[in-house]
């Protein structure tokens, strides 16, 4: 029996060409380049595309060692279903499907190629947690993606959200991989149950995954992103048990996210991305104006000092130099004023205090 093409590469101890060395090469168009994963479905091929110049492009395909044909059934109705799924949405943080075909008795999904690695690649490599301003990025763009996921006629629920079906690539930008087990809402429809440990909600276990599931699943993804944990099983997530330095506002967000109870989740991905952005504080003045503020009020303390200053001299300056020379002379009670005033004018305590001689004069006239 003619070996099949996984055969081959099984044969060739990941080699990617035929015994003659040459290339494999599928549907006259593919050319496989390496073999650059391996997960529950089948194997992720590097390849050329050589009637698009070699573009470069993604195999998946799907495997074939399953024990019961009935297992092999069902995994090609769910890769099917990622081809049909993929090839409906059009966004730009879901990876773009080319091409679904049969050769050789095998099933192949053809992919734009993501330059970059998945998320939880990329922690592991980097050996810590991302910041918090990162993961507030990468779940704004996943949430953005559920939006429109979720939006779609009919909506489709991805139900394996999880750090490595996430990848970002050379422009910081995320990219949806793995439609696997995603598949059209229909709540009427009892739902497969496959799980993702620690990622799945509770109703995914029982088969009733919907729209929240995948929120469930985007806060436990965050969890693993800003701690460097996997998160438990069915449990609410909250990362600042792990980082403290993590802000209350991402950690309450989480924890909202992963309640097991769906109706204390968010309630759609909408709600859920207007949540994430950090609490608006109370406008401060931006610092430029403070300084034409804090400007401002010196010049106008300066310019009350200086009319103070001004005012006082012209009160003062009259009454000082009037009472100590000349006009001082003049408040002295002339010889022809009334007994009274001229008592009072002859006694030196008064003639020291020209202010109360004046105010007694004044006084004096009242009385008169
Ligand atoms: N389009 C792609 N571009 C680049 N790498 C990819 C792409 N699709 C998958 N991969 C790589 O292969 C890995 C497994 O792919 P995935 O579709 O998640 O398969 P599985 O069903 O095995 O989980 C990913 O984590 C990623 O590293
Ligand atoms: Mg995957």
Not at 162 to 171: H, R, T, V
Not at 321 to 329: A, F, K, R
Not at 354 to 362: F, H, N, R, S, V
Request: hydrophobic share 40%; glycine share 4%.
């Amino acid at each position: 029996m003619a070996k099949s093409f996984y055969d081959k590469l099984q044969d060739s101890d990941s080699s990617v060409r035929h015994a003659n060395n040459e290339s494999i090469m599928l549907q006259n168009r593919y050319q496989i380049i390496e073999l650059i994963g391996q997960g529950g479905m089948g194997s992720i091929y590097l390849a050329n595309d050589i009637r698009l110049g070699k573009r470069k492009c993604i195999v998946k395909k799907l495997k074939d060692d399953f024990f019961k044909d009935e297992d092999k059934d069902k995994a090609l109705s769910f890769f099917a279903r990622e081809a049909q799924v993929l090839s409906s949405l059009h966004h730009p943080n879901i990876v773009h499907v080319y091409d679904f075909f049969a050769e050789d008795d095998n099933y192949y999904l053809i992919m734009e190629y993501v330059d970059g690695r998945n998320l939880e690649e990329i922690l592991y490599e980097q050996g810590k947690p991302f910041s918090e301003s990162e993961v507030i990025s990468f779940a704004t763009q996943i949430l953005d993606v559920l939006v429109y996921l979720h939006n779609h006629y009919p909506p489709v629920i991805y139900r394996d959200l999880k750090p490595s079906n996430l990848m970002l690539n050379e422009q910081n930008k995320i990219k949806l991989i793995d439609f696997g087990i995603a598949r059209p809402y229909d709540s009427n429809e009892d739902n497969t149950h496959i799980v993702s440990q620690g990622y799945s909600p509770p109703e995914q276990y029982w088969g009733a995954s919907e729209p929240r599931s995948d929120l469930y699943s985007l806060g436990c993804t965050l969890y693993f992103l800003l701690t460097a944990q996997e998160p438990k099983a069915l449990q609410v997530c909250s990362p600042k048990d792990i980082v403290s330095s993590i802000s209350d506002h991402i950690d309450l967000f989480i924890q909202r996210a992963t309640a097991q109870d769906i109706w204390l989740r968010y309630q759609s991905a909408t709600e859920m991305l207007e949540a994430i952005q950090p609490p608006v504080r109370p406008e401060s003045f931006p610092a430029k104006y403070k300084t034409i503020l804090l400007i401002a009020c010196l010049i106008l303390f300066l310019a009350v000092i200086a009319i103070a200053f001004m005012e006082l001299l012209t009160t003062q300056g009259p009454i000082t130099g009037d009472l100590t020379t000349e006009n001082s002379q003049k408040l002295k009670p002339a010889n022809n004023v009334s007994p009274l005033s001229s008592s009072l004018a002859g006694q030196d305590d008064y003639l020291g205090e020209p202010g109360a001689l004046l105010i007694k004069d004044q006084e004096l006239f009242k009385a008169r």
